[in-house]
């Protein structure tokens, strides 16, 4: 079996649990009952699993969110889950940093502080201790743009480091935001076991969402008018945009 590490694939389906739920606000703050979605016995260790969810733009480039969950796994499942997630090496991890071009940014005013550096401490060496004061700052003002770059791409390129899902826990599955332009965020989740899901149902009764409650179709009335409203300023916007730039 290949145990290379490969960056976990982004907005992969969700997994075909027979248990599926719909739920407002985001997966990180869901209440976990005490016991293992991959099997249904007691959980008795917690682990935090990761999704990668890509985020389309207009720009150039997509931006990734990577979300956490803490799932609580039996020591069987927790122990398997473990056995089959490969992390990235710490080469591997500052290789993925450079799969960015925005890295450069960092590394040329790295060398920079580094060569202006070795001229400061020349003059310093030498007793040049004004002299020295002028290239010691350069050598500052380099290092810290270098670093100010480089926590900006590692930020960047963190969903390259996020190892692929095991088996364990993907049975407990978890999609991206799903709601509509102006409504209230909410996602999907399906998960493989009974007891667990009966449980979790319970547990987070209050989030469940359900499209034809009263709640839910007020909210998609509202979402309806607040976008007429914006497409109506999109429109005057653009009429006096022809009417007064010509």
């Known amino acids: 079996m290949d145990r290379s590490f490969a960056p976990q694939q982004v907005d992969g389906e969700l997994a075909e649990h027979p248990h599926r739920f719909i739920l407002r606000g985001e997966p990180g703050g ?84 580094l060569f202006v550096l070795q001229l400061a401490l020349r003059d310093l060496l030498n007793g040049r201790l004004l002299r020295s004061t002028l290239p010691f700052a350069l050598a500052a003002v380099f290092a810290a743009i270098a670093w100010h770059q480089r926590k900006h791409v590692w930020a960047e390129t963190a969903h390259l480091r996020v190892p692929q899902q095991s088996e364990v826990a993907r049975a407990f599955d978890f999609s991206d935001d799903v709601a509509p332009a102006f409504e209230q965020p909410r996602f999907i989740c399906t998960m493989k076991d009974g007891r667990f899901a009966t449980a979790f149902a319970a547990l987070n009764a209050d989030r469940l969402y359900r499209p034809d409650s009263t709640e839910a179709r007020g909210e998609q009335r509202r979402a309806k008018r607040q976008l007429r409203v914006v497409l109506v300023l999109l429109a005057i916007a653009a009429l006096a945009m022809v009417l007064f730039g010509s």
Request: net charge positive; proline share 8%; hydrophobic share 45%.
């Open 30 to 113: 869901l209440a976990m009952p005490p016991l293992c979605p991959n099997c249904g016995e007691a959980a008795a260790d917690r682990v935090t699993v990761e999704k990668v969810f890509r985020r389309r733009s207009s720009e150039a480039s997509d931006s990734y969110l990577i979300v956490p969950v803490a799932l609580p796994l039996c020591a069987g499942c927790a122990v398997r889950h473990r056995a089959g997630t490969v992390q990235p090496t710490r080469w591997q991890r500052v290789l993925s940093s450079f799969s960015n071009a925005d890295m450069l940014g960092a590394v040329l005013p790295a060398i920079a502080a």
